[in-house]
């Protein structure tokens, strides 16, 4: 990871917030298709805001969370909801 990128991750929140100028979007944009490790966390960081949009905090699957539980020996509490 270059200086550049750094610069550009420092940018990211205001381009998935479309407070990025357009020029700056394009230039963001070419460095993207050729910087695979900024395309991994650009595609990362909009996947989790995307899905923190459309469900809220994130849900636990009922399976994880058990788990979980378990290993804190918190099991009594399972049945009362608390929010992870
Ligand atoms: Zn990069």
């Not at 963001?28 to 809220?56: K, M, Q, S, W």
């Amino acid at each position: 990871m270059t200086r550049r990128c750094r610069e550009w991750l420092d940018r990211l929140s205001l381009y998935l917030d479309g407070e990025l100028s357009e020029a700056l979007c394009r230039e963001l944009e070419r460095h993207l298709a050729e910087c695979p490790d900024c395309h991994v966390v650009f595609n990362t960081t909009r996947r989790t805001i995307e899905l923190y949009r459309r469900y809220g905090r994130p849900a636990m699957p009922e399976e994880a969370r058990a788990r979980l539980f378990r290993i804190l020996h918190l099991d009594d509490l399972r049945d009362l909801r608390v929010d992870l």
